[in-house]
């Protein structure tokens, strides 16, 4: 099961230790709810790690709502690519992958533009290996090539071990979070490879012109949720939280300070609100 968690909908109770907390009126609800994110997550991702408790309806989803490869897939090769934002137009990602068959005849590949949000280099990578494991039938045994080696230690990080409450700290969270639900429930065997970047691997340089060439398609229409899987899934101002969640809640936290502080009477008495430095004036308070 999973669901999507408002930051509004969470409930707040007064503990020993925030018991201070609650008698100056401090909002402390967006803590909350990330206590009862860890917690779901973990719950999940230790039962999904068992293969003795892991229910044979899973998969059965999973190949009857995502296009499946054929099963003479032995290796993939993915690539993501990242357009910084120039003259006033909007950054862009966009990702690829080839699906090879033992004699590296390509099977099928796939190319498409990601939704720019939490824009990055990286964030293309992981939605690359994302829709590679989608497309993958159950029990797959691979290897994915990819030139990026950050991917492949956060895999081996997060991914191929139990379930740890640090990944809710990680940008790209929820990503790694859907690349986990897709590795066991579909109960894959994935081996990921270090291939060198514009070398004279031609799969390779293959892949990355098919990321770079998505530049030009038509923006998805999807929202940003939609290609998540995760337990539970925080929103503010309806876009899914993917900052590591605490410094996200501290820096509100923060801002709703720094506003009730700058409202304060006295400060417009002495001369015009917006004539003060408040950024500064942020930075030597906190």
Same mark, same amino acid.
């Given at each position: 099961m999973f669901a999507t968690l408002l930051l509004t909908d969470t409930v707040a109770y007064p503990t020993k230790k925030n018991t201070k907390v609650f008698a100056t009126g401090r909002p402390i609800k967006l803590a909350t709810s990330f206590a009862y994110a860890s917690s779901l997550a973990k719950i999940h991702f230790d039962q999904l790690s068992n293969p003795v408790v892991l229910p044979s309806s899973d998969t059965d989803d999973v190949a009857a709502s995502d296009y499946m490869l054929p099963i003479s897939t032995c290796s993939l090769y993915t690539d993501g690519s990242?357009?910084?934002?120039?003259?006033?137009?909007?950054?862009?990602?966009?990702?690829?992958?080839?699906?090879?068959?033992?004699?590296?005849?390509?099977?099928?590949?796939?190319s498409e533009v990601i939704p720019a949000t939490y824009p990055s280099a990286f964030r293309s990578e992981i939605y690359a290996l994302l829709s590679a494991l989608k497309a993958l039938p159950p029990h797959s045994s691979i290897?994915?090539?990819?030139?990026? !080696?950050?991917?492949?230690? *956060?895999?081996?990080?997060? @991914?191929?071990?139990?379930?740890?409450?640090?990944?809710?700290?990680?940008?790209?969270?929820?990503?790694?979070?859907?690349?986990?639900?897709?590795y066991y429930s579909k109960q894959l065997s994935v081996t990921l490879h270090k291939v060198s970047a514009h070398d004279d691997n031609m799969l390779n340089n293959q892949v990355d012109f098919l990321a770079k060439d998505a530049y030009f398609l038509p923006q998805p229409t999807f929202t940003p949720t939609a290609l998540i899987k995760a337990p539970c899934i925080i929103l503010y101002d309806s876009l899914p939280i993917e900052d590591n969640i605490r410094q996200f809640f501290k820096s509100i936290y923060e801002a709703q300070n720094l506003l009730s502080f700058s409202s304060l009477s006295?400060?417009?008495?002495? !001369?015009?609100?917006?004539? *003060?430095?408040?950024?500064? @004036?942020s930075f030597w308070l906190s």
């Open positions: 990242f357009l910084a934002s120039y003259s006033g137009s909007l950054p862009s990602m966009s990702s690829a992958w080839l699906a090879l068959d033992e004699d590296e005849l390509i099977l099928e590949s796939c290897v994915i090539n990819t030139d990026c !080696a950050s991917l492949i230690s *956060f895999w081996h990080q997060f @991914i191929d071990k139990p379930f740890i409450l640090k990944l809710l700290r990680q940008p790209n969270h929820l990503l790694w979070l859907s690349v986990r639900h897709y006295h400060f417009s008495l002495l !001369a015009p609100v917006n004539t *003060f430095d408040w950024e500064g @004036i």
